[in-house]
Structure formats: C-alpha cells, structure tokens
Nanobody, 115 residues
Framework: QVQLVESGGGLVQPGGSLRLSCVAS????????MGWHRQAPGKQREAVAQ???????VHRNSVQDRFTISGDNAKNMVYLQMDSLKPEDTAVYYC?????????WGQGTQVTVSS
C-alpha cells in the first residue's frame, strides 16, 4: 500500500498564498507522476497540476500564472505553491501519485479563500 499525506491547507484572504505539501510512503514503485486535484462543494474533482518523473509539468489553465507545482523525488514529496488566491480556489485539495501498480490518493487538505 501507498500512503499520501497532505499538509499546508488553511484559511487565507483573497490575494494571499499557501504552500501545500504531500509526502508519499509505503510500497513505492516506479513513479510516473505526482499531482494535485481539487474538489469544491457540489462540483466534480478537477486536476490542478501534475509533474511527471521526467520533470514535465502541466498546470490547469485557470491557475497557470498563480500556482506552481514542484517535486522532490529523493524525499517522495510534491508541493503546490499557490499565490494570488481567489475565492473560487476554495476546495479540498488532494495529492495523487501514479506509479507502476496503480494510482493512489491522499485524504485531502481544505483550502478556504475568504475575507
């Protein structure tokens, strides 16, 4: 089994910043990619950003100039730096890992953007 644990969520005012972290542990096999998804109340889960094992990075268009994903393969960690946060970024943010034997998800961390 693979465990993913997210941290760094919280309440922030519009225009503020947060940095999410995710650490993977357990039966870690050859990794394909790690990334972040989010799910707002009443909405479907959506992909936010992904970084592949070869360093290819993709960000969702709506966060392209505000969020930055990065990874540390040696520490089995992935980060999401979120700047210029907007109320519409409010959601539960989930870390995921794609590896040889499947895809794994964390429990999520709440991000609330409100004044």
């Amino acid at each position: 089994q693979v465990q993913l644990v997210e941290s760094g969520g919280g309440l922030v005012q519009p225009g503020g910043s947060l940095r999410l972290s995710c650490v993977a542990s357990g039966l870690l096999e050859s990794i394909y990619a790690m990334g972040w998804h989010r799910q707002a109340p009443g909405k479907q889960r959506e992909a936010v950003a992904q970084i592949t094992s070869s360093g290819v990075i993709v960000h969702r268009n709506s966060v392209q100039d505000r969020f930055t994903i990065s990874g540390d393969n040696a520490k089995n960690m992935v980060y999401l730096q979120m700047d210029s946060l907007k109320p519409e970024d409010t959601a539960v943010y989930y870390c995921n890992r794609k590896q040889q034997d499947g895809e794994y998800w964390g429990q999520g961390t709440q991000v609330t953007v409100s004044s």
